[in-house]
C-alpha cells in the first residue's frame, strides 16, 4: 500500500464553524484541563454545580452546550482565572451560528449557503460527533427537499443532490449515536433524492453507508451485498474516490465474515483506487478500515498478525489525524486499544484505553468493547 507520507491539510470552509476553531469543543477541552488538573472527577465537579452526573461529561464531549452562567461557577470552584469566561461569548456566538437556519420564521438559506454548510458541517462531525449536529442537518436535509420540488428546473438536480448529501450525513449523525434504524431511513431518504437528481456519486456514498450499517450490526452478508451496489453506482460517476470507499465497504463485510483472502483483495483494490484520486482524507480512511479489519480477523479467527497489522493501520491513522477532529482520534484510539489486546499487547491496551475520553455513542461502544477484550485477556 503506497501512502503518502506527508499529507495536506483541507482548506478550511469560509462559513463557520470550522473544526479548527471550535469554541465549543475548545471550552471542552479547557474545562477537562482544569478539571483534571484539580483532581476532581466529572460526576464530583458536577454535584459541587448541582447538575447530574452526566452533565459536566456532556459538555466536556461537546454532546452539550454549556448553559449560560455555568462559566463564572466553573471559573471560581476550579480557579482558571477566568478563562471559561473568557471563552463562554465565542460560544454562544458559534450556538447561534448553527441553530440561526432552523428557527422558525428564519430566512431559508438558498443553494449556495446550503452548500458551505454542509461543508463546514461536514468537516465539524469530526470533531464534535454526530448529537451536536444531528437536529440541523435533518433540517436542511427537508429544507433542500422543499425547495428541491418548487425549484426552477435548472436548480432541481442541485438541490436534489444536496439533499441527498444532506441526508447522507444526517444519517452518520444517527448512526454515530447507534440509531442505526433512523440511520437506513435516513439513507434511503438520500437514495431517493439522489435517483431524481442524476447523482450516482452521492448514492454511491450512501450505499457506502448504508453497508456500514450492516456492518455495525453484525450482518456481513448485507453489508458485502450493499458494498457491491455502491462499487455499481460509483463506477457510473467515474468516481475512483468513490470506488475506493466502496472497496473498503466490501472489506469491512469480508473481515466480519472472516475471510481474509476477499478481505485483503479488497483493501489492495482499494489502495489503488485512493491512489488514482488521493487526498489526505481518502488515506486516512483506508488506514483507519485496514486497521479495523485486520482487527476483526484477528477477533474471529484468534490470529495475531492481523492485531499487529491492525495497530500498524489504526496507529498510522491517528498519527495523520489533525489534533482538532477531537471525536473521530476518540474513535480510532478505541479500536486501537482492541487492537493491543488481540495482539497480546495488554499493558498497551491499557495505555491507549487511558486516553479515549468519557463519551457517548459509537466512541463509547468502541470503548467498552475494547475494554470487555481487556478483562477477557487479562484475567
Known amino acids: 500500500m503506497s501512502l503518502d507520507q506527508s499529507p495536506s491539510v483541507s482548506a478550511r470552509p469560509s462559513l463557520h464553524p470550522s473544526p479548527a476553531v471550535s469554541a465549543r469543543s475548545d471550552f471542552g477541552a479547557r474545562l477537562r484541563h482544569w478539571r483534571l488538573l484539580r483532581g476532581l472527577s466529572q460526576a464530583e465537579l458536577g454535584r459541587r454545580l448541582g447538575y447530574d452526573d452526566s452533565h459536566i461529561s456532556r459538555v466536556e464531549n461537546t454532546r452539550r452546550w454549556p448553559p449560560a452562567g455555568m462559566a463564572e461557577r466553573l471559573d471560581e470552584l476550579l480557579d482558571t482565572a477566568g478563562e471559561l469566561t473568557g471563552l463562554w461569548p465565542q460560544v454562544e456566538r458559534e450556538r447561534r451560528r448553527l441553530a440561526r437556519y432552523g ?4 430566512a431559508a438559506p438558498g443553494a449556495d449557503a446550503l452548500e458551505q454548510l454542509l461543508t463546514a458541517y461536514r468537516t465539524a462531525a469530526h470533531a464534535v460527533g454526530g448529537q451536536a449536529l444531528v437536529d440541523v442537518l435533518e433540517q436542511h436535509a427537508r429544507l433542500a427537499a422543499r425547495q428541491q420540488r418548487t425549484a426552477p428546473s435548472a436548480e432541481r438536480a442541485r438541490l436534489g443532490s444536496l439533499a441527498a448529501r444532506y441526508a447522507e450525513l444526517a444519517g452518520w449523525a444517527r448512526f454515530d449515536q447507534l440509531e442505526y434504524g433512523r440511520a437506513l431511513a435516513w439513507y434511503d431518504f438520500g437514495r431517493e433524492w439522489a435517483a431524481l437528481a442524476g447523482d450516482p456519486a452521492a448514492a454511491a456514498l450512501l450505499l457506502a453507508r448504508q453497508s456500514a ?3 455495525a450490526c453484525g450482518h456481513s452478508a448485507a453489508a458485502i451485498g450493499t458494498a457491491g451496489a455502491s462499487f455499481e453506482q460509483a463506477v457510473r460517476a467515474g468516481r475512483p474516490a468513490a470506488q475506493a470507499r466502496a472497496q473498503l465497504a466490501r472489506a469491512r463485510g469480508h473481515a ?19 491512489e488514482a484520486e488521493p487526498t489526505a482524507d481518502a488515506r486516512i480512511r483506508l488506514l483507519l478500515v485496514h486497521g479495523t479489519c485486520h482487527r ?18 489504526l496507529d498510522e491513522a491517528l498519527a495523520r489525524l489533525p489534533l482538532e477532529q477531537q471525536h473521530y482520534r476518540a474513535l480510532v484510539t478505541a479500536r486501537l486499544a482492541g487492537a493491543h489486546v488481540w495482539a497480546g499487547r495488554p499493558e498497551a491496551a491499557g495505555t491507549v484505553l487511558a486516553r479515549v475520553p468519557e463519551a457517548e455513542g459509537r466512541v463509547a461502544l468502541e470503548r467498552r468493547q475494547s475494554e470487555r477484550w481487556l478483562s477477557r485477556h487479562t484475567r
Open 256 to 274: 466480519l465474515a472472516a475471510d481474509r483472502r476477499e478481505t485483503e483483495r479488497a483493501l489492495e483494490e482499494a489502495a489503488r483506487l485512493t
Open 103 to 106: 428557527r422558525p420564521g428564519a
Open 213 to 215: 450499517v450492516h456492518w
Open 296 to 313: 476483526d480477523l484477528a477477533v474471529r479467527t484468534g490470529r495475531r498478525i492481523h492485531a499487529r497489522l491492525a495497530t500498524f493501520g
